[in-house]
């Protein structure tokens, strides 16, 4: 997606202090490269820079307490966020609760366990066998399904697997071709079965009173 024009200022400037700030360290630019992520907010969500100047910018730059208020772009997305949860946030949230329902809905047909039991829309999926993480990955993103990967160590060896987050952008089309490549996942690799992890539950409640 194009930058906006204020979104192509924020990064030239940033790009700026980054040099600047190399300079002023005597960090060679080539080797202080300094990159800035914008959020969905008004602000920046996160700087990537070497390590030895992350370290110098934790001591050297005053953090956000002693800093001046929020720009009025961040205020303004704010208010824009409210109007539109004012004309149409009900039926955004509806709608959302719906295609969620959709994916729980084939997860349960599938058998496969999920960690989801409120509905919301972030659906945890653990796999039988830790060790499958990549090869799903790689199966997802050659679906184009973008997911968050939980690895271990993150997480404990039983919580491996990766998490799905159904956007109110995501269209019936996007949640049909997810469940046809979960079906796909799941008859090409084991997941957590319902069944099977009602039983270690048990299990962990049973040992838990011994």
Do not use: C
Request: aromatic share 4%.
């Amino acid at each position: 997606m194009p930058l906006q024009p204020a979104q192509r200022l924020t990064v030239a400037l940033v790009t700026l202090v980054g040099v600047a700030t190399a300079a002023h360290l005597t960090v060679p630019p080539a080797l202080a490269p300094v990159w800035a992520v914008m959020a969905y907010s008004s602000l920046l969500a996160f700087l990537a820079l070497p390590t030895g100047l992350k370290n110098r910018l934790k001591t050297a730059a005053a953090p956000y307490l002693y800093s001046g208020p929020s720009p009025t772009a961040s205020l303004a997305t704010a208010m824009a966020g409210l109007d539109v949860n004012d004309r149409r946030g009900d039926a955004v949230r509806a709608d959302l609760h719906r295609k969620t329902a959709r994916v729980l809905d084939h997860l349960a047909e599938l058998d496969v366990y999920t960690l989801n039991r409120d509905g919301l829309p972030v659906l945890e999926v653990p796999l039988a066998d830790a060790g499958d993480l990549d090869a799903v990955a790689q199966t997802l993103w050659d679906e184009s399904i973008h997911v968050t990967l939980a690895a271990y160590p993150l997480v404990p060896r039983d919580r491996v697997g990766f998490r799905l987050q159904v956007t109110a952008l995501n269209s019936d089309e996007d949640i049909s071709r997810l469940n046809a490549t979960l079906t796909r996942l799941a008859a090409r690799y084991p997941l957590r079965r319902r069944e099977s992890q009602d039983a270690v539950s048990e299990a962990g409640v049973g040992g838990a009173g011994r």
